[in-house]
């Protein structure tokens, strides 16, 4: 499986933007595809995730009502769409895939993305 995610970039408080992951490798079915991130000096955290097959979808509490993770399948790529956003989202944002809201439970990680929120 390899995850190549790209859009990162830099914005200001307040702002939008979407990252995106691209899949290769397998079928997903029984999976979902998540976003992490990392903020310098801390640990990487859910963000949110949505079930290949069904699209259902889950956020950390941080995400509600900013953020939307999204799929296409027939693009094999997934989303996250991010408004308003604040100093505090500024991380890497990682892709994955697997299941749950554990780092544990995600065998396949892409790069990384670079998300910067100047305020």
């Known amino acids: 499986v390899q995850l190549q995610a790209s859009g990162g970039g830099l914005v200001q408080a307040g702002g939008s933007l979407r990252v995106s992951c691209a899949a290769s490798?397998?079928?997903?079915?029984?999976?979902?595809m998540a976003w992490f991130r990392q903020a310098p000096g801390k640990e990487r955290e859910f963000v949110a995730s949505v079930w290949w097959s069904s699209g259902m979808t889950y956020y950390a509490d941080s995400a509600k009502g900013r953020f939307t993770i999204s799929r296409d399948t027939t693009k094999n790529t997934a989303y996250l769409q991010m408004n308003s956003l604040k100093s505090e989202d500024t991380a890497i944002y990682y892709c994955?895939?697997?299941?749950?809201?554990?780092?544990?439970?995600?065998?396949?990680w892409g790069q990384g993305t670079q998300v910067t929120v100047s305020s």
């Open positions: 994955a895939v697997g299941r749950g809201r554990e780092r544990t439970g995600y065998d396949y």
């Open positions: 490798g397998r079928t997903f079915s029984g999976y979902a």
